[in-house]
């Protein structure tokens, strides 16, 4: 057992340094990055974090902060050196305190994201954050990569329901900036450099989220269109029928639809007839069920009218809304069953969607004719998950994944044309770190360097990360 | 002239550059603070902006950053050396872009804030920023202090409505970071620093500012209640009820309402009878008024019913509502006929509020007896402007401005002890700049300087402010 090994014994105990069986730590979800870390060391409180961490940067150790290690883009996960000790905050995971009053939660970073909905819950609250790992990943990570999913529409990103954060600095000096304050003009908003750093610039250790008012009714819907354009025309009619109640507002390709029925036979549409684009939106209220329905159908029944919609279904309880939600669910399992399709999670000014839409694809029909094009994500918040499954005629799907690197550029290439992101909810990681120099000007990744250099000047928290 | 304000000149135009009437910006509004500066430049471009700003870096020269110069902490004002040069976006006052379907407008710096709420409006939105001096106020400064204001409550502070900034650096570069995107996880999120640096470390020149649906109704309801405790739980009656359509929630004090209507003989309170405390509050939302109405009714009917609340007038019409806000306008005003009070912009934990101002209220009686206390402020986002005036017996008006720092530092003691912030919305600029340091943790401050040293070495962007 080496020194270091030791000395972390009698930070977090013996039972809480791991040395030998990494498996659940050093790889990410997707099976795409495979680390070796020296250790992994779990402490129990935030003073502890602080001392393994005070520890690393003595002997200049390498860090790769971990929560729920459900990333996307390798972010928590370690290189191949064998040198950097992995801590992991999954220990860690008490709600503090619940303030129904202040509606906001103080819980540390290691909880896991569906515990909190359901604290929320109990509570008579909504914790709003929602996305597919949910059961198993932990909020730390969750503010760290600035989580996006299925409800920015409304109530925003995970940035936005940070109100105080605590942190371990890379010198090991716990930050404690646990407020619960909706106000406060003190000098530099610290906060928000953590939130969506990616463990870059310190460890989350506990923070202050925002709660809301438990909706009493959610009416969903299922809406099939002509066009991504019409898609923005019904957001444009919707929120200015039911405002701010509208919480998500998600396109659905009919190729995109053609395979989740595919390989979930027991999953049907709820509008069979041959339509090209679907869009499944749920509003939610503090009213009564009865007259969200009506108000939803009058608003819909306005769209059919003007002939931004072609047919609507709105489920009639919440078993059929769930049910609908399924096929949404289900789209990135059923691209699993019909081969490996090349990935990306793209942002766009809502106004430049539909001509996004158009560019790039045709831009991919011109350089592999056939492509077949997954269109489908949060357009409410002009975030598209855009996925390309290989031509049929010339691809196998082994060979078709050779192609990522140049697909990723025309894809990119054509986001950048409209000002938007390569990343919307994802983060950079490894994954997109030698990609973004293209896309960010030199000067930002100047700024964002020199902030670096400033607050971990030996570059020991999570290197190779991000920047 | 100096050879500094010639090569000024030859950047912005003879008539752009000031050498002597500095009357409209060397003196804040308060009149609290009286700089020399050396020279006004006011560019017309951001390229102007950079052009002026990287002389000022070559030459060492220590810039004041400027837009509608209504700040309250002194942040844009320079000091009395006569060696600071004002940098004014006053001429930079163009409203670049609306996208109603982005729900986004890029403006200048220098557009008043006014400006901005009737482009919002010529377009069917809402921008939602209004704050007292709304007629006179620019974005660029309301961005530099992230200005709060009347609807914090529903739409944010002015952090929450900025998506994009286009900011000169103490370098002179300009970051172009002026993107209308709702999810971008590409790194550090830059402007986020920017916001609320009171122009420490770069100058604004452009934003990209959220548009949301404008409500097609407001109800405004004036209450009478028991105690601030009681407007807590009406805050929480109401949001349950209501949801997030609740838009203002402001507590006034009997005594700070009998100011008013002292003073402003023409404005009558709409519940003449003997009580404490009254809540003034704000409804809007997407439906048509009757409805709105109608709900706004049953909810304050429920609240009377069970003793949450001792009688509310509901404004019949849109006039009656504005005349319910004079009295709350006009509060400030009325403390000056009354003899200057030594004025607060406290922050607290919603929950904490009844106890912060039982505890505030007696430190200061038992330090001063007699003293009058006018209680107010945005409950709803658990800011308060607590203003102290002098006791009739002991004092008079001219030996109480005397004890400013002593009841300041009771009512600030006392916020402190409640976790709150000093300053809510109104920021540190050189009137705080000493005392923050009772308040906030030296590691805080650090990290906030290592920020500062990181992006302007030379220190000279707006030098002797916020830190």
New interface residues.
Partial sequence: MSDLAAKMRAIVGDANVITDDFAAYANDWRKKYFGKPLLVVKPGTAAEVAAVVKLCAETKTSIVPQAGNTGLVGGGVPDESGTEVIISVARMNKVLEV??????MTVEAGCILQTLQETAAEH?RLFPLSLAAEGSCRIGGNIS??A?GVQ?LRY??T??LVMGLQVV?PSG?????L????????????K??F???EGT?GIITAAVLKL??A?RATQTAFIALESPQKA?DL??HM??????RLTAFELISAFGLSLVTKYFPQLKSPLPGDYPWFVLTDIA???DAAALTE?VEVALGVALEREIILDCAIAKNETEGKRMWELRENMTESQVHEGRSIKHDV??????IAEFISAADAALEAAYPGVRIITFG?VG???LHYNIAHPLATHTEPNWVKEWEKVNLIVHDTTAKF??????????GQL?REE?KR???P???A??R??K???DPQNIMNPGK??
């Fill in positions: 303030d129904t009053i202040n509606n906001t008579d990569t600035n996006g920015v925003g990103n940035r936005e600095l000096e716990l930050w404690d900036g407020r619960g304050l909706r106000k406060d003009n003190t000098g530099y908003d610290l928000h450099l939130i969506g750093a610039l809301f008012p909706p923005l957001l444009s929120k200015g029928a039911l405002g701010d209220d503090s009213r108000e942002s766009i000014p809502i106004s430049k949060h918040d002009g975030n000002n938007g992101s390569i990343s919307a909810e994802h983060g950079i997109k973004i896309y960010k000007a000067l930002e990744l700024v964002m020199q902030i250099v400033a607050l991000v920047i």
